[in-house]
């Protein structure tokens, strides 16, 4: 019930960026295209954090969002 709660939460939030209707291939003012809920996740899961070990020195590594990702963090109000 929880999960069903966020998700719905989460789609009102992202409603500029997700298509409601039979046309996947519209696109948003500023000219990104628009998802489906489950190809926005997708393309979310792109995003990865590395840990990168030379030798005796370690540092973290991050993937850098795509536009259309940033936005989708701008709308859920998350910070990387």
Known sequence: MLA???MWHM???LAPVLFADA???SATDDGTPLHSFRTLLHDLATLTRHRVRLGEAHFQQRTTPTAGQQRVF???DVRL
């Open 4 to 6: 069903y709660y966020v």
């Open 11 to 13: 789609k009102r939030a």
């Open 23 to 25: 046309d996947p291939a």
């Open 74 to 76: 701008q709308l859920l």
